[in-house]
């Protein structure tokens, strides 16, 4: 294994720790959420995504916070609306 290779493989693992923490940097929620540094920028500046700026200028975002950001506007799969309907049918029944 070179040196290159070790690098890299250092880099990672120094990302997936940074993930353990509660509070991330800017750098460290792009990587996180996949979203990338300009566009992350746009959110905050335009208020779309919550974020801390304790001291009007580092931007921190609290992981719980960021995950349910991410997780909003929830889709059923196609399983889960057919699952629905056949359990609103089934209570509904007239007898």
Excluded: C
Excluded at 1 to 10: A, D, G, H
Excluded at 26 to 31: G, K, M, P, R
Excluded at 71 to 88: G, I, M, V, W
Aim: glycine share 2%.
């Amino acid at each position: 294994m070179n040196n290159l290779e070790i690098e890299k493989r250092l880099e990672r693992i120094e990302k997936l720790l940074a993930f353990n923490k509660r509070v991330l940097t800017f750098d460290e929620a792009s990587d996180y959420t996949g979203i990338s540094k300009s566009y992350l920028y746009k959110l905050t500046s335009d208020n779309k995504i919550p974020f801390s700026k304790p001291n009007g200028k580092v931007i921190f975002f609290e992981k719980e916070k960021l995950e349910n950001w991410l997780l909003r506007n929830h889709r059923k799969s196609k399983q889960e609306t057919k699952d629905e309907a056949l359990s609103y049918v089934l209570k509904n029944k007239k007898v």
